[in-house]
């Protein structure tokens, strides 16, 4: 499991990256959704034991994987699609308002 | 002089990403080191004791709904707040998408999926406590009928098949009943948000009526989230 | 045989997060969101997760690439430089 690790850091690095760097709006939230998933995914490998099986308990099992960072997960999710939402319903209000997406354009306007 | 201002910029970016990237690097080394032979005293309380204290079978539904139940309450505030931000946001005014209408294949298939969506939608709140699924999960299944309607016929036909002020209220019901059914656990002289500790008969663990609270808490989880789904996805295409 | 799949769909997984970001047409991106997460649902359930991968591919894959492509269509469809 060593390698996902190492998948969970390349993807967070590429969203903070993608954040930082890239000029379109919609690609910076396209950033941010890159992030969650590496931070979703970071809590399911946390929560893997090798051998487990899931936590539905319908008989008595002898390894179970961890069920706490598996519904931390699930909270995650939910709150990461209506954030993305507000954040794209600014980016249209930018828009409508602006007429651009670009941030450097963004910046200049502000003066 | 202003490539190379520009090149430098760039390059300062990739420096700082990548000493991130070596930092975590170090972190997470530490973490896989740590977790080989650590215990996990909570959660091996909830594998070993959860399904008596709850009666659900489904350990992550009795997380969320029973010993991390206020969480959850926090969360549905999210959402209601990102509904309430977008409905705030965009005045309501006509929908303006662009695009070709679709053919009658598009409108035919829409028909034709609409009911199994709302059996697979209730199917995932009632069975919550016994399989994968939950509240959350059903809800936005319920949530893409009125999306689908908005995306094959106009938004008119969509709010007028699903009334905006019913929505309304029906995510106002949500969040009241998920409060008033935690009110029940004071009442019975215990915590707010008790389900067995509150003398709740729990039933026999597997079955579809049992876990106490638990399928009413879903139920009500899955019609707040599905009311507020569409409200948001509603308000979106609104905005002009 | 489980270990070289979940190998594998980590690394699919890395080159479709690097397609969505260093492409230059913007819709191309926003339809690579959804195989993203699917990618991201079969490592959820190979990882014993179920919970968790059915609000992926729920939530994550479904209504957040409707929210995208709704944006797209408010906004001028423009590329990206």
Do not use: W
């Amino acid at each position: 499991m060593q390698i996902s690790y190492i998948a969970v850091i390349i993807l967070f690095c590429l969203g903070i990256y993608t954040i930082i760097s890239n000029k379109n709006i919609i690609k910076m939230v396209m950033g941010f959704t890159i992030l969650e998933s590496s931070l979703i995914l970071l809590l399911i490998l946390i929560s893997y034991t090798p051998g487990g099986t899931a936590p539905i308990l319908d008989r008595q099992y002898e390894i179970v994987v961890d069920p706490i960072p598996q519904a931390l997960a699930l909270t995650t999710i939910v709150i990461g699609g209506s954030v993305t939402a507000v954040m794209l319903a600014v980016t249209i209000k930018l828009y409508k308002r602006y007429r651009t997406l670009n941030v450097d354009k963004l910046r200049k306007l502000r003066g | 002089m202003n490539r190379i201002n520009v090149i430098s910029k760039k390059l300062y970016k990739i420096g700082l990403v990548v000493s991130l990237a070596i930092f975590l690097l170090f972190i997470f080394y530490d973490i896989h080191n740590l977790e080989s032979n650590s215990k996990r005293y909570l959660s091996d309380h909830y594998i070993s004791e959860g399904v008596q204290e709850t009666g659900a079978i489904n350990i992550v539904t009795s997380v969320l709904y029973d010993y991390r139940a206020f969480d959850t309450l926090g969360e549905a505030t999210v959402l209601l707040t990102a509904a309430a931000i977008l409905s705030f946001l965009v005045p309501i005014t006509k929908d303006k998408m662009r695009g070709t209408p679709f053919t009658i294949i598009v409108s035919q298939t829409t028909q034709v999926f609409i009911p199994f969506l709302a059996i697979l939608g209730m199917y995932l709140i009632f069975f919550g406590h016994l399989a994968p699924g939950g509240g959350f999960v059903g809800g936005v299944v319920i949530a893409l009928i009125p999306i689908l309607l908005t995306i094959t016929y106009r938004v008119e036909f969509s709010e007028y098949k699903f009334k905006p002020d019913k929505k309304k209220v029906s995510e106002d019901i949500g969040a009241i009943g998920f409060v008033l059914i935690g009110l029940l656990g004071i009442l019975t002289g215990s915590n707010f948000l008790a389900n067995g500790q509150a003398n709740v008969s729990l039933g026999d663990a597997g079955e579809l009526i049992s876990a106490g609270l638990i399928p009413y808490l879903n139920i009500m989880i899955g019609i707040k989230v599905g009311a507020g789904l569409a409200i948001i996805f509603n308000s979106l295409i609104k905005e002009k | 045989m489980i270990d070289l799949i979940f190998n594998m769909l980590m690394i699919f997984l890395l080159i479709t997060a690097f397609f969505m970001v260093f492409t230059k047409d913007i819709l191309t991106s926003v339809i690579t969101l959804p195989i993203f997460g699917a990618i991201l649902v079969v490592i959820f359930v190979i990882l014993q997760a179920p919970g968790p991968a059915i609000a992926e591919a729920v939530i994550a894959s479904g209504l957040t690439t409707f929210f995208f492509v709704i944006t797209i269509n408010k906004t001028e469809y423009e590329q990206n430089e």
